[in-house]
């Protein structure tokens, strides 16, 4: 018998899936593999989801992890997440053919940064070791001043902390983290350095914090949640934290081959929401798999709107 359960009703979250940052680095892609033959060169995952990665290899663009791997005078991309300042500067010392997909929101983290190690601060980065974003952040910090930039990714860790400067220091966060985790960390830091400074307005993006929000009002009224999205995506690993924070089960498939049947077993309602770089797609493949174990009933979550939009660099505008 193919039917998981009698009556099990599917809500999509919404907004779900792609957010403007990364509907704008996936279109830089696409319009350089048009304008300029291929193979065109990317540094790093241009996004952080396997599907969206194989579709533009196969249209000729070549994932790579650092610059050495890219020939000279080839073009290449630096993905939504940002690069070092010193990664930059290589790619132009080389005559290399440079397009830029760092997220808006993250670059705005970037002129943060910039603008405190210019003043004279010292910075503190709440995020995650390893992530290119983290790691592009950190690179836009001057060090020749004497100051340093530190990372933190627990209230531990701000325990830990020591700086030479208290009075002269300032905070930002990495786009894709949990704002509950993120909220924790800052009352610390403002505990520790009441002096600390921080940006006016939030640095995660609204997109994070737009699905965050809607994951919340779907674990309020379902039994299971599953967040589509890859296993390296960050706010798609925050979805799935969010759910399991408020005591839903909650899993995260890359596509709809890695659903088990025994999560489902029993329940009565499941939520359906999809990382900011999981395209819409792979949240029908997720659809069709259930209705072919016998779900009948999907809903939309009334949710909110997003409007926002970026534009191309000029050099690929129509």
């Not at 990317?42 to 990665?53: D, F, K, P, Q």
């Not at 808006?104 to 503190?124: D, F, M, N, Q, W």
């Not at 700086?163 to 786009?175: C, F, G, H, K, M």
């Amino acid at each position: 018998m193919n039917s998981v359960t009698d009556n099990i009703k599917v809500t999509l979250a919404n907004p779900r899936g792609f957010c403007a940052g990364v509907d704008r680095a996936i279109e830089i892609v696409e319009r350089t593999l048009e304008l300029f033959e291929p193979p065109i060169y990317v540094r790093h995952e241009v996004v952080h989801n396997s599907y969206v990665v194989e579709c533009l290899n196969k249209k000729g663009a070549i994932f790579v992890n650092e610059l050495n791997e890219v020939p000279d005078a080839a073009t290449v991309i630096f993905s939504a997440h940002g690069v070092p300042k010193s990664v930059y500067e290589e790619a132009r010392q080389r005559g290399l053919r440079i397009f830029d997909a760092t997220c808006p929101l993250v670059t705005k983290v970037h002129l943060e940064v910039a603008r405190y190690s210019k003043a004279g601060y010292e910075c503190i980065l709440i995020g995650h070791a390893g992530h290119p974003e983290v790691e592009g952040t950190m690179g836009q910090f001057d060090s020749t001043g004497g100051g340093r930039i530190y990372l933190v990714e627990t209230v531990a860790d701000v325990n830990g902390l020591e700086i030479s400067n208290p009075e002269r220091l300032a905070y930002v966060t990495q786009t894709t983290l949990s704002m509950d985790d993120t909220a924790e960390i800052i009352n610390r830091l403002r505990e520790r350095f009441p002096d600390i400074s921080g940006p006016k307005k939030n640095d995660i993006c609204y997109a994070t914090q737009n699905r965050q929000d809607a994951v919340k009002q779907l674990a309020s009224q379902c039994d299971v949640v599953l967040i589509v999205g890859s296993p390296n995506s960050s706010n798609s690993n925050r979805l799935r934290e969010v759910a399991e924070r408020l005591n839903v089960p909650a899993y995260l498939i890359d596509n709809e081959s890695e659903i088990r049947r025994e999560w489902l077993v029993g329940k009565t309602s499941i939520g359906l929401s999809a990382g900011a770089s999981a395209p819409e797609i792979l949240v029908n493949n997720v659809l069709a798999r259930l209705k072919e174990w016998g779900v009948k009933d999907v809903v939309q979550d009334l949710g909110s709107k997003e409007n926002v939009v970026f534009s191309l660099p000029s050099d690929l505008k129509k």
